[in-house]
C-alpha cells in the first residue's frame, strides 16, 4: 500500500554537526513533499518544502533534497543547535485538489551538548 | 501560537460524554483539516473542509462529527467515544490551491 516512512526513530547528534533525516516514500504519483518539526506539547511547524520538479532546496540552515529514482527524501540540518531537538516528519500529497497530506511516522531528533 | 489556535487544550471525558474541540485560524485561509495523533503511530487526516463545505471523511467513525460554520472556525463534536480515541487532536488549515499547512497547538483528549 501507499505509505510515507522513516528510516530511523531516534537520531542523536552533537551540538555544531550537521544532521540528517531520511524518508522513503512509495507512491510515485506524489508531488509535493514537506518536512514539519514537532515540539513536546506542540503542533507541528512548517520547516521547508519540495515539489517534485525539483531536487534539491535550501532554507535557513536546512536543505530539503529529493530523489525521485529512488523514493527518497532527506533534511539536512547544518550546525545543528538544542534547539533543534524535536520529532520530525515528512509528508507527501499529490495533486487530487484536496492537498490532504500523508504523514511519516517521524525521527527524534536529540542534540547533545 | 496565534495563527491556529484550539481549545481547550487538555480534556478529559467519559464514555458517555459529549463534548467539542474547537478550532479557529486568524490567517485567512479557506480550507481546515482535523487530524488525529496517536502514540507512536503516523499523524491520521480525519476530516478536510474546503470553503466551508466537507470535501474528505477519511473513514472515521460517526461519533467523531466535524462542522464548519464558516472558514475561519471549525469544530469537532464528539459523543460516546471510546478509549482508543484518547490521542492528539490536531487541527490545521491552508489557503485555497496551497500546498502548505498551518497546524494549531493540538487538543490532547483522554477518554476514560
Known amino acids: 500500500g501507499e505509505s510515507v516512512g522513516l528510516h530511523l526513530p531516534t537520531l542523536s547528534v552533537q551540538e555544531g554537526d550537521n544532521s540528517i533525516i531520511n524518508c522513503a516514500y512509495s507512491n510515485s504519483a506524489s508531488d509535493y513533499f514537506i518536512w514539519y518539526k514537532q515540539e513536546s506539547g506542540k503542533g507541528p511547524q512548517f520547516i521547508i518544502d519540495?515539489?517534485?520538479?525539483?531536487d534539491k532546496r535550501q532554507g535557513q540552515r536546512v536543505t530539503v533534497l529529493l530523489n525521485k529514482t529512488v523514493k527518497h527524501l532527506s533534511l539536512q540540518i547544518a550546525a545543528t543547535q538544542p534547539g533543534d531537538s524535536a520529532v520530525y516528519f515528512c509528508?507527501?500529497?499529490?495533486?487530487?485538489?484536496?492537498?490532504?497530506?500523508?504523514f511519516g511516522s517521524g525521527t527524534r531528533l536529540q542534540v547533545q551538548p | 501560537e496565534t495563527g491556529v489556535t484550539q481549545t481547550p487544550r487538555h480534556l478529559v471525558m467519559g464514555m458517555t460524554n459529549k463534548k467539542s474541540l474547537k478550532c479557529e485560524q486568524h490567517?485567512?485561509?479557506?480550507?481546515m483539516y482535523w487530524y488525529k495523533q496517536s502514540a507512536k503511530k503516523p499523524l491520521e487526516l480525519m476530516f478536510v473542509?474546503?470553503?466551508?463545505?466537507?470535501?474528505e471523511n477519511n473513514s472515521v467513525p460517526s461519533r467523531f462529527s466535524p462542522e464548519c460554520p464558516n472558514s475561519s472556525h471549525l469544530f469537532l463534536h464528539l459523543h460516546t467515544l471510546q478509549p482508543e480515541d484518547s490521542a492528539l487532536y490536531l487541527c490545521?488549515?491552508?489557503?485555497?490551491?496551497?500546498?502548505?499547512?498551518?497546524f494549531g497547538p493540538g487538543t490532547r483528549l483522554t477518554v476514560t
Open positions: 519540495i515539489r517534485s520538479n525539483m
Open positions: 509528508a507527501e500529497s499529490r495533486d487530487t485538489g484536496r492537498r490532504a497530506l500523508t
Open positions: 490545521a488549515s491552508s489557503a485555497q490551491g496551497a500546498d502548505e499547512q498551518y
Open positions: 490567517l485567512g485561509h479557506n480550507a
Open positions: 473542509y474546503s470553503l466551508e463545505e466537507r470535501v
